[in-house]
T-cell receptor, first 111, second 114 residues
Framework: NAGVTQTPKFQVLKTGQSMTLQCAQD?????MSWYRQDPGMGLRLIHY???????DQGEVPNGYNVSRSTTEDFPLRLLSAAPSQTSVYFC??????????FGPGTRLTVL | SQELEQSPQSLIVQEGKNLTINCTSS?????LYWYKQKYGEGLIFLMM?????EEKSHEKITAKLDEKKQQSSLHITASQPSHAGIYLC??????????????FGKGTLLTVNP
């Protein structure tokens, strides 16, 4: 199993550009989540999904969209990048009442 | 105020010393997850605690959940340089299980000097 994979590993965007952060898991997990990690803030939940076709907002959803058309994939879209979205993004997947597996992260810089 | 407080924020110990990191919640804990993170890398799962009074150990790391205090502690015995990193606690604060939307503390940076 590859576990949770995220692409790209690094990305630099200009303000106003859009992009999609990819997340995939091969463990047939029903739950998937996106977090962002900022210095001094810890990890904060952006969006999550409890199954294909079901998504919901977390603590900091503004400026981000998600969809879950398959069990394996959970992409995160930045609609119009802003410097405030400079962060490290982590995708996680898991099952009910079990550990959440985290991907290696995507380091995003918005200029 | 922060829903999940970790203390201390940073810790420097000599190799071989014991240490404890605490994670205190302002809400009821339905699950508590400990992770370790090396700088610039992803999160490595350490332990999951779900029941009051539960205690789990793996190698030299022990984690406990105090239901009354809404607190968890992570204890490392005879620390080694390989224990260095950022320790994060993540809490499930909803009954019925919602481990897909954890609330995290800000982390504890551990440095172990040889």
């Amino acid at each position: 199993n590859a576990g949770v994979t995220q692409t790209p590993k690094f990305q630099v965007l200009k303000t106003g550009q859009s992009m999609t952060l990819q997340c995939a898991q091969d463990m047939n997990h029903e739950y998937m989540s996106w977090y962002r990690q900022d210095p001094g803030m810890g990890l904060r939940l952006i969006h999550y999904s409890v199954g294909a076709g079901i998504t919901d907002q977390g603590e900091v959803p503004n400026g981000y969209n998600v969809s879950r058309s398959t069990t394996e994939d959970f992409p995160l879209r930045l609609l119009s990048a802003a410097p405030s979205q400079t962060s490290v993004y982590f995708c996680a997947s898991g099952r009910f009442d079990d550990e959440q597996f985290f991907g290696p992260g995507t380091r995003l810089t918005v200029l | 105020s922060q829903e999940l407080e970790q203390s201390p924020q940073s810790l420097i110990v000599q190799e071989g010393k014991n240490l404890t990191i605490n994670c205190t919640s302002s809400k009821t804990l339905y699950g508590l997850y400990w992770y370790k993170q090396k700088y610039g890398e992803g999160l490595i799962f350490l332990m999951m605690l779900q029941k009051g009074g539960e205690e789990k150990s793996h190698e030299k790391i022990t984690a406990k959940l105090d239901e009354k205090k809404q607190q968890s502690s992570l204890h490392i015995t005879a620390s080694q340089p390989s224990h260095a990193g950022i320790y994060l606690c993540g809490a499930d604060m909803e009954s019925g299980g919602s481990n897909y939307k954890l609330t995290f503390g800000k982390g504890t940076l551990l440095t172990v000097n040889p």
